[in-house]
Every structure is written in structure tokens, then in C-alpha cells.
């Protein structure tokens, strides 16, 4: 108890002050739990890294849990999840309850065309890091291309899914890194098959709830994206947006998407919003079922793995499978930088002229987000 209650402490902290995204979530645990308290080595952190950008889900909140499931076992792992989310959540939830975004006022109206600016600065920040990243040779590309065209002709969750198989079965049939000496019997040996029978049995599941209306048919939605989500929590936006589009309406979902950016903590949290908006006549619970809907996935997933990932995210035909998924996502997330987020953005030749001079000043001078998301809401307001 006194384990769990350390880690919660240490990870609330953390989720006060942790802004900048994922990548910086990355710095603050390595600092914290690496070099200040020596919690795990360098090696051992860099696998959980690995370990992250391969499975669905939230990245550093992946990271969080599993620093807390090695600490002081699932009751860590829920003390991490819980002390990292919190601020988050309250920040996420209290925006969802103070803003009316079907009737807004003219001060809104500034904010959000303020922000929807810079969501694509963002979006498109994070499509050119993903490329460079994910899609660093012809097949790579092919696959991304071959993911855009698949969603282009029929846009939908299914879709979305089938795009993801094939980038996986192309990635596993084109693998040409060497095999090491891992055995994959032992990997199998070494699963804790409960997590990930819950996992797939919720999924299944998940597929067959289409209840809009229902507290069901929400954790069903939030459920299955949190499963898909592969290549970081920016890739969260295309696979939402096919599933919440005929329930929010796109001035909501964007606005929840980019306050999430500037919120400390994970960008999940932007479930928290579209939860309390969804459910308006119980926005608390709505709130709370679509946090632990879109987080649960990854969580069960590195239970199942706890036991041998660190042989897992060396053996070469799960980095096959993961390289082709990984390029399919950059896909999913260059139709997304188009509709909606451009689309809804820029009108004219000033909003365009603003997203580039934002986009320039982001990657010359890497200011604080915080910094960014003032500028561009007294922008909107101008």
C-alpha cells in the first residue's frame, strides 16, 4: 500500500506539469524514475520505450503503468494510471461542462477558430515526423499510399481495421531483419493469457455495440479505438473521428482534440471531453466511461506482455508486423490533416498564410505549446 501510494504521488506530480506530449512524457519519466530514484535501468526503460511505440494505445501512459505494474504490481500500475490521468481528466472534464459549443458565444467562436488553426499546425507536424519515422522506404510509402486510397474510396472504422491487417501481413511477409536468437515458444510460454483473452473477448464484443444512446455504445467506441490506436496518440484523431462523426458535431471534436494539446498529461484525455459532451444529461459518467474505455486496451496489453516483452520487441517478425502498421497509421493521419482538420480551418488565404508562419515559427524556434495555443486564441479573437 505504501508502494502504490509513492507511485500515485510521484505520477499526480508528474501529471500536473507534464506538458508537450508523449515525447516529452518520455523525458520526465526517464528523469524521474531512471535517473532520480533508479527505479529501472536505462536498457530496461528503453525496451518499455519500444515496447510502447508497437502496441496500440497511449504511449507514455503505457510507459506509467508498466513503471508502476514492475514497482508494486497492478496496484501500482492503476496508482500510476490514476496519479498521471487525474489532472488531465479534471482540467478535460471542467472545459466540457463550462463550454457550450452548439450555441457558442462570439468569445468562443474566437477561441475555437483560433485553435482550430493551430490543430493544424499540429496535425501537420505530426505527419511529417511520422513519415520521416515510419515510411522510410518504397514499401512503406506504398503501404501508406495504398491506406489513403482504401479510406478515400471507403471511409469507416472497418475500413480502417481491414488497412491495418494488410499493413500487418505485408509487414510480416517483407520483413528482412534478421533473426535473432528468440524463441518465440518461450515468448508464448511467458503470457499472461487472462489480459489478452479480456482484451480480444472485449474487442469482439466492442465491434457488435452500436448503441449511440447507451453507456454500452459509448465504452464500445472508445473501447475499439483505443485498440487501433498504433503510432501515438495524434493517430487517435482519424479513428475517432469515423466513429463519433454522426454524434458530435465537428466544432466539438475538434475542440476537445486540441484542447487536448494543452492540457499537462495524456492527450487520451481528449475521450474525457467527447464523453461528458456525448452524455450531457450525465456528463461525469459519461466522462469517466470513455477515459477508461479508450486507456483499458493498452493496459490489458501490456499485462498480457508483462512477463516477455523484452524478448517480444526483439524478435523480428513482430517488428515486421509493427513497421507495416506503423506506415498504414501515416496514412489514417494524412486524410485526417485534410478533413476535417483543414477543411474546417482554413477559409482563406490569411488562415493559410497563419498556419504557415505558425508552422515555421513551431519547428525554427520549438516554443511551448502553452505559448502557441495563446498566441493563435488571441489570433482568433483579432
Known sequence: MKKSWEIFWRFLFLGCISFGGPAAHIGYFQRTFVQKL????????AKLISLSQILPGPSSSQIGFAIGLQKAGLAGGIAAFLGFTLPSF??????AVSVNLDTPANWLISVSRG????????VLDAVITMFRSFCKDRLSVLIMLLSILLL????????QMLVLLISMLIGLANNQIPAKSVNISQILKKLSWLPLLLFTSIFLISLGLNQYDSFAGLFAIFYKNGSLVFGGGHVVLPLLQTSVGD???EQQFLFGYVAAQGVPGPMFTMATFMGAQWMENLPLSGAIVATFAIFLPGY???????NSWQSLVQHPNFIGASQGINAAVVGFLVLALYDPVIISAVHNYIDLGLVV??????????PPILLLISIFILLGFI
Do not use: C, P, Q, R
Open 38 to 45: 533508479e527505479w529501472l535501468s536505462n536498457d530496461a526503460y
Open 90 to 95: 479534471i482540467l478535460m472534464y471542467w472545459l
Open 115 to 122: 485553435l482550430k488553426l493551430l490543430a493544424v499546425i499540429i
Open 152 to 159: 478515400v474510396i471507403y471511409k469507416s472504422f472497418y475500413t
Open 247 to 249: 454524434t458530435l458535431t
Open 300 to 306: 490489458l496489453l501490456i499485462l498480457a506482455l508483462n
Open 357 to 366: 508562419i505558425g508552422f515555421l515559427g513551431l519547428k525554427l524556434f520549438k
